[in-house]
């Protein structure tokens, strides 16, 4: 579970840490008894000793309660929260993910099957109950009371900082934007509006809290960011439709001012050290989830904590667009990933090496490919610079080897002249 802190905070006069963990206890403890009511409910619907209406009943219950501690869950163990309240669809994994140096032909696949809430929602909510589907609720909610039983258990064994509360009311923030009011986990019984209120009176809950130390200049934050919560919540209990619900206002008018004050409120409570590691995607200074650095590419890259400069983006533009980099010195990174094609080659198939056939599948955009999760067709490769490799060796693609592409660059005076600049540091 994730109990890493690396910066220091102030200290508040009153420990309001412990009184946050104790009501985020509380809540956990309830959902654990929801969880357990809901189990128990399934067991009957399957028997025919309950109606569905009842058992829709236990469930939304059930659901509200999550909402209560879905800030700090989804902050403190984000694993632990996936398989409590993931999407209700398989994921795939790729077993071994170097088959292709290996020279196998078929990769080996693991069919991960969902869980969770959602998955539960979708059965007890369709048009008509399936008695083995219904079967499949049975453990998944008996996993949901064990699940939430070692948690309660976990946390309340551990310390729970300033630092910690913090960041996750404002990454809750951002998760109401861009998942509670869109209806992500809510794919069959609805009330997106009113779960996101809750979602939202739990932040409130303990802003309330901090406020009963906060002074000055801290007092002012929590106190605008309780009135902003307030107006939040008001506004989705009144506006509950999901088609008619205006998500730009909401966004733009009242979420976002919120998330702005949540980061005055991270600034202030907490010194965060200027050369700290990258251990989370999300900008902390930025106060605008629209804003041009609300996102870590480096996080995403997995490079160190040197900042791209002007001397570095110059040398990539270069290598993008020059055939250098294959091996007949007649096809570049722009071949396939055109500009004026949106980084692509709007091809249905790229073409192959040598223009002799054509690759297994097109050639995606490059637009934001930093933010992507996996490369390749069947995602092998997890970091962007990680997929160069299988694009250089390629037969079919690049043709060439890292070994003949450092002897014709060793060979050009400009090149020498760019990797110097961009590179100070580097002993050449």
């Known amino acids: 579970m994730m109990w890493i802190s690396f910066s220091a905070y102030k200290p508040a006069q009153k420990n309001t840490s412990e009184e946050v963990k104790n009501l985020f206890l509380k809540n956990t403890e309830n959902f654990h008894n929801k969880c357990e009511e809901l189990a128990n409910v399934i067991q009957l619907l399957q028997q025919n000793q309950t ?73 007890i909510f369709a048009d008509t109950i399936d008695q083995q589907e219904l079967s499949k609720a049975i453990p998944i909610s008996h996993s949901l009371v064990e699940k939430s039983a070692m948690f309660i258990e976990s946390i309340g064994n551990q310390p729970l900082s300033e630092k910690q509360i913090l960041e996750s009311l404002r990454e809750q923030i951002i998760r109401v934007m861009t998942m509670g009011i869109t209806g992500f986990d809510a794919p069959a019984a609805g009330n997106e509006m009113s779960n996101t209120a809750l979602s939202l009176q739990a932040l409130l809950d303990v802003t309330n809290i901090l406020k009963t130390s906060a002074k000055g200049s801290n007092l002012k934050l929590l106190d605008m960011a309780t009135d902003q919560l307030e107006n939040a919540i008001n506004y989705l209990n009144k506006n509950t439709d999901f088609d008619t619900f205006d998500r730009l206002y909401f966004t733009r008018e009242l979420a976002n001012p919120i998330f702005k004050t949540f980061t005055l409120l991270q600034a202030a409570y907490i010194n965060y050290p200027k050369n700290a590691l990258v251990t989370n995607p999300i900008n902390n200074k930025a106060d605008n989830i629209f804003s041009k650095d609300f996102l870590i590419p480096a996080f995403y890259a997995k490079q160190d904590q040197q900042v791209a400069n002007n001397k570095m983006i110059e040398l990539g533009k270069t290598l993008f667009f020059d055939p250098v980099l294959s091996s007949n010195n007649e096809r570049a990174c722009a071949s396939c990933h055109s ?23 097109n050639s995606p955009t490059l637009l934001n490919a930093v933010f992507t999760k996996s490369y390749f067709w069947d995602g092998r490769v997890e970091y962007l610079q990680d997929q160069v490799p299988d694009v250089v060796l390629n037969k079919v693609e690049f043709h060439n080897t890292f070994k003949n592409i450092v002897e014709k660059l060793n060979t050009s005076a400009a090149y020498m002249q760019l990797f110097k600049n961009a590179f100070k540091r580097a002993r050449w």
Do not use: C, H, W
């Open 339 to 361: 500009p004026e094609k949106a980084f692509t080659d709007g091809l249905e198939k790229s073409m192959a090496f040598d223009f002799k056939g054509n690759l297994v599948r």
């Open 51 to 123: 109606s569905i209406q009842n058992a829709k009943k236990t469930f939304i219950s059930t659901k509200q309660s999550y909402k209560s501690i879905e800030f700090l869950l989804e902050y403190l163990d984000p694993d632990l929260a996936k398989s409590m309240n993931g999407a209700p669809v398989p994921s795939i994994e790729v077993d071994n993910a170097e088959y292709l140096r290996l020279g196998n032909l078929e990769p080996s696949f693991a069919l991960i099957s969902p869980e969770g809430l959602q998955v539960i929602e979708e059965i």
